[in-house]
Structures are given as C-alpha cells and as structure tokens.
C-alpha cells in the first residue's frame, strides 16, 4: 500500500507502511513464534489476513487548526496538526464523514482545542462504522460551552449523514493525554451502534471497546468458537469481555457463561445483546477480571481472557495455574506480555495457535492460543 501523508513524512504511524503485505505477515509470525519460544507441541494455524486498507472501523481524529479551517487527523511531534482526511486505513464510509463533520465544526463555532494555549473546546471526533454502514459520532470536548449549539445543529448533520445512528459528547476537562473522560452525554435517541458479525446482533454504546478490524474480529471470535464447541466445556468464563464478543459467540444454551468487564457501558451494551438473543444461561458483570476469578468461590471449565495490552498480569496468571482450569483461551494484542503470562503458567500449555493480522501496516498483530493442562 502506498499513502501520500507517508511519502511526505507528514505522518509516519503505519511503520510498515510500503512493505509487501505478505512480509508484513511473516515478519510478525516470525516475531510471535519466537516470543513464544520453541514448542514441538503447538500447532499453528495460517494466519488470518486483512484488507492491506479500508479496514478500520474506528477513527480517532485530533482537531486543531480553526472554527473557519479545522483539521481532522494527528498533532506531530512538533505539536502541529496534521490533516488526515483520507487516511487510507479508513473504509470509503468512514472516510466520507470527515468533511461534513469539519463543516459541522464550522456551522456549529465548536472551537477546536489549542493544546499549547489551553484554550479551546474540541478535543477529538471520534467516528464508529458498523459492519452494515451506521455510523457513531462522539465529540470530546473540554467543557460544556458547545454543547447547546451541538444540539441546535444536529438536525442537520443527521440530514447529511443518513446512516449515522449515535452521537454524543464526551467531556474530557482535564490537560492530559487521556483520549475520554468519564461523563457522556448521548444526543440522539438512539444509544447504541448495532454491530452485527457473524450473524450475531453486538450493541456498541460509546465509551466501550470493540476490536479494530470487523472482518478480522468476526474470524477471531468464529476462531474462538470453533474451539469451544470442539471442547464442549459446561462452563465459561469471558474475562475482559467488553461488549461480549467472546461470550456471545460461544452461548448456545447449552453451557454457562458469564462476562466480567470494568466498563460499566461496555456491560450494558453486552446485557442489550444477551436479552436481544434472548440466551438465559449468560450474564455479564462488571467487575475485575482477577477480584472476580479470585474471589468466585467456583472454577468452570474453560476461560476466555483478552485483556488489554499489558496482559493479565502475575495474579491472575498464578490464579489460573494453581486453578483446576484445564482449558484457557487467551487472545492477546500483545505477544510480549503474553509469553511473559504464559511463563508464569507453566501447567498451561499453548496447543494451538493462530495470529490475526488486525492492523495491517503496523508491527501489531492478534494472537489467539489455547492452553492446555499438561497432564
Ligand atoms: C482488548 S479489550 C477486549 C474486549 C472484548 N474481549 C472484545 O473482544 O471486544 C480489553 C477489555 O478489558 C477491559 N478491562 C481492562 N481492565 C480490566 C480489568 N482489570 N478487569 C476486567 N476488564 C478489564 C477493557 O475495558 C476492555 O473492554
């Protein structure tokens, strides 16, 4: 892939960017088969790949620049805004809402927030497009003072953004590299983006995760499924299950399964989609994932844990060791921490594992494993 705001240095964070695709996903097997370590006994799948662009489902766009001229993108290393508009790694739809929410800005006299003078309203617009094409729009702001005239002007947006389905503000007061703050404030009626993979109904609501990619999120969670069907465990756990990706796909009335997640949004939106499917032997709970495991008082039969990139860390890690789990299935973004759990595992061994390639033209990667117990 080749990208004009890379060859003019304006903006370097796709690292690979320029590299074939197909040695991009050598690369980062070879990188994660080696932080794994030599294990005659795991098995690994082919790599799942990824649209080289257009694959983003997300946009986090920094604004800078003027109420008359704003720019929608990064700020560089030297505090400037760059303009990113047509970043390629956005799909068309995506991409599109860009100038109309510049216009909007304009229409709307939101001030786009100065990070070296403090001053200011706008801080990010942050874009969500679901797999059909709806769209959740989020501005974080510094304060209140543009919220009325946000309101005032949405009919109009939502006029030229047919699909777009949530917006909200999100106030973020304070002077720091926090991308959200904690209160949210939805505008329209609606309050959660419909994400529908693999035939299964997700809800979205802002301020809760969801995987990047979409097409290689649905072959995460159909990866994962597979494996669990295979096993036929009468119990699950989903630890840092989100907005229950995991757990929804692996509930087919046939086994427990519980989700446990820290945001409380992020819960909500799973509870919509578990009363939607109308699937009785699964709940979700906010909580975490290790005062949860620690303090259960039960064990299931098989555990799911996608934690973010710093891993699940040495107590949950050692909970799970000494636990009488015999199957995890651990998800990472982050292969380093990752085999740093697994080494504190050491009764848990991968058997099989697959990379799923989520941010073409980066280092990054997905792994998925399955541990088993040495006998
Ligand atoms: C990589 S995301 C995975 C989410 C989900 N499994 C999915 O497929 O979308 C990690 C999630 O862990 C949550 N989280 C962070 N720290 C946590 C903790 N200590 N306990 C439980 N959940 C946590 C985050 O809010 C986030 O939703």
């Not at 794994?36 to 766009?61: C, H, I, Y």
């Not at 929608?72 to 995506?94: H, N, Q, S, W």
């Not at 070296?116 to 059909?132: F, H």
């Not at 609501?205 to 494996?227: G, H, I, K, M």
Request: proline letters at 5%; one cysteine or more; hydrophobic letters at 40%.
């Amino acid at each position: 892939m080749q990208c004009s705001y890379f060859d003019a240095e304006r903006c370097r964070s796709c690292t690979w960017m320029g590299q074939p695709y197909a040695a991009q996903v050598a690369g980062k097997e070879e990188h994660c088969r080696h932080l794994l370590g030599e294990r005659p006994d795991l098995v690994w799948s082919s790599a799942v790949t990824s649209a080289e662009q257009g694959f983003r489902n997300k946009a986090k766009m920094v604004v800078t620049g003027s109420v008359e001229d704003p720019a929608l993108g990064i700020v560089d290393a030297d505090g400037v805004g760059v303009d990113l508009r047509d970043c390629g790694l956005y799909p068309e739809g995506l991409r599109s809402t860009f100038p109309v929410l510049a216009e909007f800005v304009t229409a709307a006299a939101i001030q786009p927030y100065d990070i070296v003078r403090r001053a200011g309203e706008l801080k990010y617009l942050l874009v969500t497009q679901s797999p059909d094409g709806e769209l959740m729009v989020r501005f974080v702001l510094r304060s209140q003072e543009a919220v009325a005239r946000i309101r005032k002007h949405l009919p109009v947006l939502l006029g030229a953004l047919p699909l777009l389905r949530v917006v909200s503000v999100n106030l973020q007061p304070e002077h720091k590299a926090v991308l959200e703050g904690e209160r949210e404030i939805v505008l329209t009626a609606q309050d959660t983006l419909r994400m529908r993979l693999n035939g299964i109904d997700m809800h979205l609501r802002p301020q809760s995760f969801f995987q990047t990619n979409t097409e290689v999120a649905a072959a995460l969670y159909r990866q994962a499924r597979d494996w669990v069907d295979e096993l036929a465990p009468s119990s699950v756990w989903d630890l840092y299950c989100g907005v229950g990706g995991f757990a929804l796909h692996c509930a087919d009335g046939s086994r427990d399964v519980t989700g446990i997640e820290t945001s409380a949004e992020a819960v909500t939106s799973a509870e919509t989609s578990r009363r939607e499917a109308d699937l009785t032997r699964l709940d979700f709970r906010v909580g975490d994932a290790t005062a949860f495991a620690v303090g259960a008082g039960r064990e299931p039969d098989l555990v799911i844990v996608n934690p973010p990139r710093r891993g699940i860390g040495p107590e949950l890690s050692r909970w799970l060791e000494g636990s009488s789990v015999d199957r995890v299935i651990y998800s990472s973004c982050n292969a380093t921490s990752l085999a740093r759990d697994l080494a504190a595992m050491p009764s848990l061994r991968p058997r099989r594992a697959r990379l799923l390639d989520m941010f073409p033209q980066t280092t990054h990667y997905e792994v998925v494993t399955l541990l088993e117990r040495a006998a």
